[in-house]
């Protein structure tokens, strides 16, 4: 009888170190699992990719979204001007704009030329806005 108690003992004991094993590795396993994700959800959505200056008109600004309203802006960057400072060669920039003291400056300098300072972002979060540009200052070109 006593050989068939050390041997269920040992069994047990043997299971028991298993599943201590087992559990530790799943542990380490989600805990990388998350600082994974963590380090994901920092680099795309908060580490500042760029950031730099933009000089054009300011052709557009607006309030805008469904549940959650944005600030959202569109500029005219030009390249080439003709003789009656008409844009030629142009481009759109979009951006976004958090700061509502920034974004009551910018909607009363509408169709003027302007110079932004944008942070670019590698992704965008709904609550920020829609382009993954967000301006953070402005200067109106006198």
């Known amino acids: 009888m006593e050989s068939d108690a050390n041997l269920s003992s040992t069994k047990v004991s043997r299971w028991s170190v298993i599943k201590r094993k087992v559990k530790k590795i799943f542990l380490w396993f989600i805990t990388l699992i998350v600082i994974i994700i963590c380090v994901f959800i920092y680099w795309k959505f908060f580490y500042t990719y760029s950031d730099g200056y933009r000089a054009g008109l300011l052709q557009k600004f607006s309030h805008k979204g469904n ?3 944005t600030y959202e802006g569109e500029m005219i960057l030009s390249s080439v001007s003709s003789n009656n ?3 030629i ?3 759109k ?3 976004s704009v958090t700061n509502a003291n920034l974004a009551k400056q910018l909607d009363t300098i509408q169709g003027q030329m302007v110079i932004v ?3 670019q972002k590698n992704g965008v979060l709904f609550w920020h806005g829609d382009s993954e540009y967000l301006v953070d200052s402005v200067k109106p070109v006198r």
């Open 67 to 69: 549940i959650f309203k």
């Open 85 to 87: 400072n008409v844009a």
């Open 89 to 91: 060669a142009s481009e």
């Open 93 to 95: 920039f979009y951006f």
């Open 117 to 119: 300072h944008y942070l």
